[in-house]
């Protein structure tokens, strides 16, 4: 299985270290979103995508390249994760408007996680930040776990 995981990190690099958590039992490559062309992903068999949480979205970049997405005839699969300071609400999941994007451009979307993670966005700045141990080794081997289980494409 070929696997790439398109990552906009930005702040604390707290979505970059959960995509390597990822990439390592998918042998995957961890890449922004600018060093990929979008039509090279009908090559991979598994594609995930994520960023960090910023007002209740995905990352502008990450956001702006999944819409850029060419739609495929070969349906590959597709997860997308994220990590965020605050819990995300289930009534609005930051992670659901790119799972039905890529749906839309003919992904399969087997999969989203998220994780916490060191948030120092206002007002959350003004006392040091939020969540400042996360994402911690529960998180990076949830991820791992969860990546586990793409490795196999269900039946």
């Not at 939020?130 to 080794?137: A, F, S, V």
Request: glycine share 8%; charged share 20%.
């Amino acid at each position: 299985m070929k696997a790439v995981i398109v990552c906009v990190s930005v702040s604390h690099g707290n979505t970059r270290r959960i995509a390597e958590a990822m990439a390592r039992p998918l042998a995957a490559s961890v890449v922004e979103p600018e060093e990929l062309d979008p039509a090279e992903l009908a090559d991979y068999d598994l594609v995930g995508f994520g960023s960090g949480v910023f007002t209740w979205r995905l990352h502008p970049r990450l956001s702006r390249f999944i819409q850029t997405l060419p739609s495929t005839e070969r349906p590959g699969r597709a997860f997308v994760f994220a990590t965020s300071g605050l819990p995300e609400p289930g009534f609005r999941p930051a992670t659901r408007p790119a799972e039905r994007t890529l749906a839309a451009k003919g992904f399969q979307v087997v999969g989203g996680f998220t994780a916490r993670g060191h948030d120092t966005w206002l007002p959350f700045r003004l006392v040091g930040g939020i969540n400042k141990h996360r994402p911690d080794t529960h998180d990076f081997a949830a991820a791992h776990a969860f990546a586990e289980h793409l490795r196999t494409p269900a039946s």
